[in-house]
């Protein structure tokens, strides 16, 4: 006697599934190729790594200045010190010129505008300018003409006429 086992095609037996189990075959997987992307996505992933370094770099440079590691990125000068402690960086008739290594004040006159004469004081004060060259500042009369003073690193020149107000230049001494 023949059983349908002894006559089962191979096709058969794959759909009628294990003997034994009674379970179904399972199909193989299917073979998948490795992904191929194209040169468009190539660059544009490319890219977004060099702006993810770039931001990484950028923003530990930030947290190392807001940290204090980072002193600074531009070199502070005595004369960048006195305008940003007086608050007068954004002033037009105060300014911070040759590197650092001077300032340029004018104060306001009777037919010109320019810095408050507190503005002036504050930087003077910063600079530790002897009293004696402030009241010699203050005497000077538009008959005197150009006046000048040393002290410390410094090198003061200044005018005065009612007008135009008091003009004054310091300099840092070259050594």
């Not at 058969?12 to 997987?29: I, K």
């Not at 010699?136 to 006429?161: E, F, M, N, P, V």
Request: charged letters at 15%; proline letters at 5%; glycine letters at 10%.
């Amino acid at each position: 006697m023949h059983t349908d086992d002894e006559h089962a095609t191979p096709e058969s037996t794959m759909a009628s599934g294990d003997p034994a189990t009674g379970a179904p075959h399972a199909e193989p997987p299917a073979l998948t190729s490795a992904p191929v992307f194209t040169k468009r996505e190539l660059r544009l992933s490319a890219a977004g790594v060099g702006l993810g370094l770039l931001v990484g770099v950028l923003g530990t440079l930030g947290i190392g200045l807001l940290a204090g590691n980072i002193s600074t990125l531009a070199a502070t000068t005595p004369m960048t010190d006195a305008a940003t402690a007086c608050h007068v960086t954004g002033n037009a008739s105060i300014t911070v010129g040759d590197k650092g290594q001077s300032i340029s004040m004018k104060s306001s006159g009777a037919k010109s505008a320019g810095a408050k004469m507190t503005d002036l004081a504050c930087v003077f004060t910063q600079l530790e300018a002897p009293d004696s060259m402030i009241s010699r500042i203050d005497s000077t009369r538009a008959l005197d003409g150009r006046q000048t003073a040393t002290w410390k690193d410094y090198s003061a020149s200044w005018g005065y006429h009612p007008d135009n107000g008091l003009d004054i230049v310091i300099e840092v001494v070259a050594k």
